[in-house]
């Protein structure tokens, strides 16, 4: 059965470092997708990355990047330079199957803050 | 941008009553899924569905139905309401079914209910 791990329950980060958030899945499927979501406390949640498992290279949009370890199964977001709006509730999900049936599992989430 | 937008942001119910918790997307999507979020649990789906009045049980669809007759909206109704489904409940929908692996999923801001 796929499964997402996140370990990290609540992480801080100091403005303008970066920061890494773990996530490690568990699937015997060799098509799969990986996804990254936000969200703040408003309670919308935010697409920000995604990695297929075939990507040679890792996923970078902006200050998002992922460090994709396929041989390890973990699937880190890097944050750069940490802003106060990205204070948040973060999500590492997967998705596959031989079937691609559209689901998505999700992991149980990072809070992530970021102070001044 | 894709629009999901769900009924209301805050609802308070009593057991034994019958909710529904509605939502729409404005992008003529085929998938359209139901998750509750609850702390320390994650997202977990509830239900699904491909088409116009098809749908599929997700990993906890005791205690809910759903409808969709129309492509753009999907429903969930809590036939009688119970105290341990107060909760978050989040509608997300994606492009198309098997369309590729690497379609996000779309989310409404959440719905959260309360049921006394």
């Known amino acids: 059965a796929q499964k997402i791990t996140q370990t990290q329950p609540g992480m801080f980060v100091q403005e303008k470092e970066a920061v890494t958030l773990d996530c490690t899945y568990d699937t015997s499927d060799p098509s799969y997708g990986l996804f990254w979501y936000k969200q703040p406390s408003s309670g919308e949640m935010i697409f920000l990355i995604y990695?297929?498992?075939?990507?040679?290279q890792n996923a970078t949009e902006g200050r998002y990047s992922l460090n994709f370890q396929k041989a390890r199964k973990s699937a880190n977001l890097v944050i750069s330079a940490s802003q106060l709006g990205d204070s948040a509730m973060y999500f590492c999900?997967?998705?596959?199957?031989?079937?691609?049936?559209?689901?998505?599992?999700f992991g149980t989430g990072t809070r992530l803050q970021v102070f001044p | 941008d894709v629009k999901v937008t769900q009924s209301s942001r805050y609802l308070v119910k009593r057991t034994g009553e019958k909710v529904f918790l509605e939502c729409v997307q404005d992008m003529d999507h085929e998938n359209m899924f139901w998750y509750r979020q609850d702390p320390g649990l994650g997202l977990r789906l509830i239900y699904f569905s491909y088409d116009v009045k098809m749908k599929e049980k997700g990993d906890i669809p005791e205690g809910y139905s759903v409808s969709r007759e129309k492509k753009e909206r999907f429903s969930l109704i809590l036939e009688s309401a119970s105290t341990n489904q107060t909760s978050m409940y989040l509608c997300a929908s994606s492009l198309s079914r098997g369309g590729g692996i690497n379609q996000p999923q779309h989310f409404g801001d959440g719905t959260r209910l309360s049921i006394l």
């Open positions: 990695q297929g498992s075939y990507d040679q």
């Open positions: 999900a997967m998705r596959g199957g031989p079937y691609n049936t559209d689901k998505l599992i």
